[in-house]
């Protein structure tokens, strides 16, 4: 596995989320869908305790995994600020669609839960991730829930960060270079087909009770559950009665 390098871009914060965010996920869409299939204990538990008729939201919904993962009795439609996988989910009939997680195109309650999967760690700085958490609660209505996960410092698995390090950019190899825009038909014909290619994403490595710090910045909200799942921190807050 390519280690992680230290962020040191010297770029505003929209434009390192442009270059390093929003433009690679458009680029490896695919390769990452193909990797994205099986839900996440927690998640899953989390969607399916959820009452009959509920509607909700996933903010930053990849290849839409966990739009499947209860049909029929509940309700949800996803957002992404990558075209391309907004694409896959529409090819999976998926309600979905191109949104930016600091200014999502619901009104306020719309939803009775939301759900954020390790999205909010991709916003650059304190002022973006706190805007990100009070989004998602501005579209939850009073008594409603949110489940957030975002990638740990201290992980556990074959992922190894420097502890003093939480800005970091790490290496997403695509091999033989699948674009997700497709090789076309000539595809692997060429030296650079044949080749991988590595991109590099931006990301906030969450310390232990940073997750649940920011929902409490972000204000309005009660915590019912936190811990840690897959080599991410959780939350699942309540919005509270105005």
């Known amino acids: 596995m390519k280690a992680p390098i230290a962020d040191t871009l010297p770029l505003d914060n929209a434009e390192k989320e442009e270059q390093y965010v929003h433009a690679v996920y458009n680029e490896i869409a695919t390769h990452f869908s193909d990797t994205r299939f099986k ?13 009959s ?8 919904c990849g290849n839409g995994k966990y739009l499947g993962v209860r049909t029929g009795d509940i309700f949800m439609m996803g957002t992404d600020r990558s ?20 200014d999502l195109p619901y009104r306020n309650g719309a939803f009775d839960f939301a759900i954020s999967i390790a999205v909010i760690h991709h ?35 074959r992922r190894k960060f420097d502890p003093n390090t939480q800005d970091v950019l790490v290496p997403w190899v695509v091999p033989g270079f699948r674009s997700a825009k497709g090789a076309g038909d000539n595809a ?16 906030h ?7 649940v710090a920011l ?12 811990g840690y ?13 105005e």
């Open 188 to 203: 692997g014909d060429s030296a650079e087909d044949q080749r991988d290619k590595m991109y590099h994403r931006y990301y």
């Open 123 to 157: 916003f650059s700085s304190v002022d973006r991730r706190v805007q990100a958490a009070r989004e998602l609660l501005r579209i939850v209505w009073p008594g409603g829930t949110v489940l957030v996960f975002a990638w740990a410092l201290e992980q556990s698995g």
């Open 53 to 60: 008729g509920s509607v909700g939201a996933d903010i930053g």
């Open 39 to 51: 839900p996440w204990p927690v998640i899953d538990k989390y969607i399916r305790s959820l009452p």
């Open 229 to 241: 799942d897959r080599d991410n921190w959780y939350v699942i807050v309540r919005k509270g009665h």
């Open 83 to 102: 075209e391309s996988l907004v694409e896959i989910c529409r090819e999976r009939r998926y309600e979905c669609m191109v949104s930016d997680g600091l």
């Open 215 to 226: 929902f409490e910045q972000a204000g309005g909200c009660s915590v019912v559950e936190s």
């Open 205 to 211: 490595l969450f310390r232990e009770g940073e997750l």
